[in-house]
């Protein structure tokens, strides 16, 4: 445990003046940020939405590209940058014949790269939280103020972290063979592709392929949309189901690919 | 008899025999590293010196033989033995966007080895003034220098280095084996290094080992591998190849001739001083003459060809 402290600790030490690190903090305060700026211009014209249809408005700009493109590109990019560090500085050798166990040390890579995913989803809630919130200020004509978003927002971005951990072991796993960005980057591209159209063709069994799921999250949200449309004036109620088939498959598939690739680097030499 | 002898030995091999696929780079090896020494373990590029590196560092996992480090085996105690060396394999393992402070620092923090050590290790490599700029603007010599840094940090007694002066100019080859005899000598460590001159391992090695087609071919001291060659007498005069025809039809056995020296094997001084007077009563000007022992660069390549 304390070679996964330590090992874990240098893994942020190591990257914290990278892109790899910093792309999952300024990815969601730039995305945000240009949001805001986007609803500020635009202010006018939204003076009349009601606060939860603005809050949807407001979030679902990001959410709606999150399940498409943004989270597989995301744990494409992040896995890649993690395993980079040691390829591009020959590092894996020096890395296993320090005295700690092989375990801690590709754990550490493996969770360092976990983190970096929930830490970018987190501030993706954070920040579309918070600038929500500064607009209702900077702009007092818009009602974000009247419906609180926060639990339905923590709850999806939750889900799409639960449907990134199968995409990202298999990530992680190929980032770690192949030192190069093309075949995790390609292999990646073209199974998210497949599986955003598996996913948006309903077809019955999407929930096995784990590239499907962010997609699936995302539709998480507009399965669950409120049918009165807010037309009755009432705040209608929207719920998200947190575990679905294909969260029990995104984790048994992360579970799976971890420890397989556990095997794969004791067996294999290190270059 | 054996245990007694594998009581001093830091490092030792019992045949080690490694395959890749179809190929055997590691055939039998039976290393015997003393402690104390610098071992010097020579072979031609390709030789299964890495391979063998990375087996007793165990990156790669031993199929046959067996390896004992301190007297331990290895698969079972691989962390105990790991925290006691220090290794350097091929071209040293830097993280280039980071500063040589940072890389050190980075280790330190995995070793658990206070930041004092650090500044004690730039000192050592004389690194101390470029310790805050990115190691990627290092010279070649420098990143060495860093990376024997980085294989000294944890002060550890076993020193593994896989051609450690690699792209070092003469005067920094000379640090690092002023720096290694220092270590064995003053601080009992025990160095391993590989390398593919002999030329550049003769000058500090205590103990040497040959291998070639990943055979062992020579395995011994210094002194041992010295008492193989014979010495031979170079002489410079001002007409070489008149000189040397002229010693043989003196019935003097010449042993190689070139543009600049001849060569005559070594029998005494006497002989020597014999030769010298017989040249210059005939003429021949003798610029300069001298015992050399046989080139061990002729022996070494005599015994790796052999194979």
Redesign the interface.
């Known amino acids: 445990m304390k070679g996964f402290i ?2 874990f ?2 893994e942020f ?2 990257t914290r ?2 892109m790899g690190f910093w792309s999952s903090v300024l990815l969601p305060l730039l995305l945000c940020l240009l949001l805001f700026v986007g609803f500020f211009i635009k202010s006018d014209k939204l003076i009349n939405t009601p606060g939860m249809m603005l809050w949807l408005q407001f979030a679902g700009a990001i959410l709606g590209i999150m399940g498409l493109l943004l989270l597989p590109m995301l744990i494409i990019f992040i896995a890649y940058s993690v395993n980079n ?1 040691e390829h ?4 894996w ?2 890395l ?6 092989k375990l801690s040390v590709y754990a550490a890579k493996y969770f360092y790269a976990l983190f970096l995913v929930f830490l970018c989803l987190a501030l993706f809630v954070l920040f579309t939280l918070g600038f929500g919130n500064l607009l209702s200020i900077v702009k007092p004509g818009l009602k974000f103020n009247e419906y609180s978003v926060a639990g339905l927002l923590t709850q999806l971005y939750l889900k799409f972290f639960l449907a990134a951990l199968g995409i990202l072991s298999i990530q992680f796993l190929l980032s770690l063979l192949f030192s190069d960005f093309l075949k995790p980057m390609g292999i990646g591209f073209v199974c998210t592709i497949t599986g955003s159209i598996l996913a948006s063709n309903n077809w019955e069994y999407a929930y096995l392929f784990p590239y499907s799921h962010p997609m699936m999250a995302m539709k998480a949200l507009s399965q669950t949309h409120p049918k009165d449309n807010g037309v009755s004036g009432k705040m209608p109620e929207i719920t998200i189901n947190m575990f679905t088939h294909e969260t029990w498959v995104s984790l048994a598939v992360a579970i799976a690919v971890f420890i397989a690739g556990y095997y794969i680097v004791l ?1 294999r ?2 270059k | 008899m054996r245990c007694s002898q594998r009581k001093s030995m830091v490092i030792s091999t019992q045949n080690l025999t490694f395959t890749f696929g179809s190929q055997t780079v590691v055939k039998s090896l039976s290393l015997q590293v003393p402690e104390g020494s610098i071992y010097g373990f020579l072979g031609p590029n390709g030789a299964g010196k890495t391979t063998t590196i ?1 087996l007793l ?5 031993t199929q046959e033989g067996s390896i004992h480090i301190f007297d331990k085996e290895l698969q079972s105690n691989r ?2 033995i ?2 006691q ?1 220090g ?1 350097l ?3 040293p ?6 500063s040589g402070k ?1 890389n050190l ?2 280790r330190a ?4 080895v206070p930041e004092k050590r650090v500044d004690d290790m730039l000192d050592l490599v004389h690194l101390s003034q470029a310790a805050n700029k990115k190691a990627g603007q290092y010279s070649l010599g420098m990143k060495q220098r860093l990376g024997i840094a ?1 294989a000294l940090l ?1 002060d550890p007694k076993l020193l593994i280095l896989d051609e450690p002066t690699n792209g070092l100019d003469p005067n920094g080859i000379i640090e690092i084996r002023e720096l290694l005899v220092k270590l064995t000598s003053v601080h009992n460590k025990t160095v391993f290094i590989s390398s593919h001159l002999l030329a550049e391992i003769q000058k500090m090695a205590t103990h040497v080992g040959i291998i070639n087609f990943g055979e062992l071919m020579f395995q011994g001291s210094i002194a041992e591998l010295e008492a193989l060659s014979k010495p031979s007498v170079q002489i410079e005069t001002d007409k070489t190849v008149d000189a040397a025809n002229f010693l043989k039809r003196n019935n003097i056995e010449v042993s190689e001739v070139n543009d600049h020296y001849l060569f005559v094997p070594f029998t005494s001084k006497e002989n020597m001083g014999a030769i010298n007077a017989l040249l210059n009563q005939n003429d021949y000007t003798v610029y300069s003459i001298n015992k050399q022992q046989q080139d061990l660069e002729k022996l070494f390549l005599a015994i790796t060809q052999n194979a």
């Open positions: 330590l090992s600790r240098s030490y190591k003046k990278t560090v591009k500085a020959d590092t050798k020096t296993f014949s320090l005295p700690l166990s067996k030499s290190v | 990375k560092l165990n990156l790669l996992k962390i105990e790991l925290s060396i290794s394999i091929e071209q393992a830097i993280y280039l966007h980071l940072e620092m980075n923090l995995l070793l658990g980085l944890s």
